[in-house]
T-cell receptor, first 112, second 117 residues
């Protein structure tokens, strides 16, 4: 079945550092890809998405590019802030299926 | 626009006791989901509703878990009796269905953190 593997954490960074979280997927179809973020004490929020190969999703300075050849959707941000401290989840959904499959999550802590 | 609302935020119970969680989805969203998120893991789907019909409950442990969505709006998830292994965060999500460009976007509530002692 469909699955997502993402980089294990925790990840600790200093402010203004570069962040990358690796995500690879296995899917039988042609999925849509997502990054969700969970801030402390809150629910999951959609951060960005991409629905086809070579699409780049972006939001709040974060970017991820749908790479079909490497089955990857790595999340990047050029300069992180303390407010970016959260748990980040990579997820996929088949285009015609409601099921959302999540990775295990990566905890990111940004220090001032 | 209000997001997905869940209550309570936290619940502590002793094993063998019953517990219930409530969810109010985004207005107009016909599809409602319940997920369980164990510590250090991603959410896993328990049940999906289309309006008031449970269309996918294959992952719901039916011996102790039940859910309902009366009138196709609010939903309740119940566990009776609770076991120690049920300690987790229970998330509710809703969506308005598929679009040609974005697929199906699910919006999540803040969750209910259940601790079974």
């Amino acid at each position: 079945g469909d699955s997502v593997t993402q980089m294990e954490g925790p990840v600790t960074l200093s402010e203004e550092a570069f962040l990358t979280i690796n995500c690879t997927y296995t899917a039988t179809g042609y999925p849509s890809l997502f990054w969700y973020v969970q801030y402390p004490g809150e629910g999951l929020q959609l951060l960005l998405k991409a629905t086809k190969a070579d699409d780049k999703g972006s939001n709040k300075g974060f970017e991820a590019t749908y790479r079909k050849e490497t089955t990857s959707f790595h999340l990047e941000k050029g300069s992180v802030q303390v407010s970016d401290s959260a748990v980040y989840f990579c997820a996929l959904s088949d285009r015609n299926d409601y099921k959302l499959s999540f990775g295990a999550g990566t905890t990111v802590t940004v220090r001032a | 626009e209000a997001g997905v609302v869940q209550s309570p935020r936290y619940k502590i119970i002793e094993k063998k006791q019953p517990v219930a969680f409530w969810c109010n989805p985004i207005s107009g969203h016909n599809t409602l989901y319940w997920y369980r998120q164990n510590l250090g893991q991603g959410p896993e789907l328990l049940i999906r509703y289309e309006n008031e019909e449970a269309v996918d409950d294959s992952q719901l442990p039916k011996d102790r878990f039940s859910a309902e969505r009366l009138k196709g709006v609010d939903s309740t998830l119940k566990i009776q009796p609770a076991e120690l292994g049920d300690s987790a965060v229970y998330l509710c999500a809703s969506s308005s269905g598929f679009t040609s460009t974005a697929g199906n976007i699910q919006y999540f509530g803040a969750g209910t953190r259940l601790s079974v002692l």
